[in-house]
């Protein structure tokens, strides 16, 4: 079981470019999530989707999109990076059954926009 | 609005002393509330749980106690080790809605030193 899964690790960008960073859960979860982690403010939801099929803007969800692929899969696409971007971003998803909502999470990538 | 606080960025304890990291919250709907650690580099990862109706859970060395009238929630490690360096946050949840969504503080960084 590799849990959760994130590519790539790192990145770089100049303001303006495009990307999409790739999640993938194999623990069969419904539920998944995309954080970002900046300095100071803790982790924060950008986006999440309860189910396939379903997704929903979280708190910090401007400049981004998000794409329920499958069950397994659940990407974050930036369309024009900007500088405010940077930042390290975390995937995330939970088993429904679990009463407490806990989550698990990838390794993160670390993306800096220049 | 910051629904769950960590007032203290960072906390250092002598090896095989108590670490105390501290929580408080806003939100009286709160149903669970958790505590992730993350390494530099890493994802969090699931520390330990308590459920709202309850005042206190155990695990190990760490206990997290829960005062509901105060608004207010403690991680406790006892004894400390070096290997507990890392950054802790805590979070919340409100299970109405099952969509598992997580919120969180802004973290606070333990050290402890040999």
């Known amino acids: ?114 | 609005d910051q629904q769950v606080k960590q007032n203290s960025p960072s906390l250092s304890v002598q090896e095989g002393r108590i670490s105390i990291l501290n929580c408080d919250y806003t939100n009286s709907m709160f149903d669970y509330f958790l505590w992730y650690k993350k390494y530099p580099a890493e994802g969090p990862t699931f520390l330990i749980s308590i459920s709202s109706i309850k005042d206190k859970n155990e695990d190990g060395r760490f206990t997290v106690f829960l005062n509901k009238s105060a608004k207010h929630l403690s991680l406790h490690i006892v004894p400390s080790q070096p290997g507990d360096s890392a950054v802790y946050f805590c979070a919340a949840s409100r299970v109405y809605g099952n969509t598992g969504k997580l919120i969180f503080g802004q973290g606070t960084t333990l050290q402890v030193k040999p």
């Open chain 1, 1 to 114: 079981n590799a849990g959760v899964t994130q590519t790539p690790k790192f990145q770089v960008l100049k303001t303006g470019q495009s990307m999409t960073l790739q999640c993938a859960q194999d623990m069969n979860h419904n539920s998944m999530y995309w954080y970002r982690q900046d300095p100071g403010m803790g982790l924060r939801l950008i986006y999440y989707s309860a189910s396939e099929g379903t997704t929903d803007k979280g708190e910090v969800p401007n400049g981004y999109n998000v794409s329920r692929l499958n069950k397994r899969e659940f990407s974050l696409r930036l369309e024009s990076a900007a500088p405010s971007q940077t930042s390290v971003y975390f995937c995330a998803s939970r088993d429904p059954g679990d009463r407490a909502d806990t989550q698990y999470f990838g390794p993160g990538t670390r993306l800096t926009v220049l």
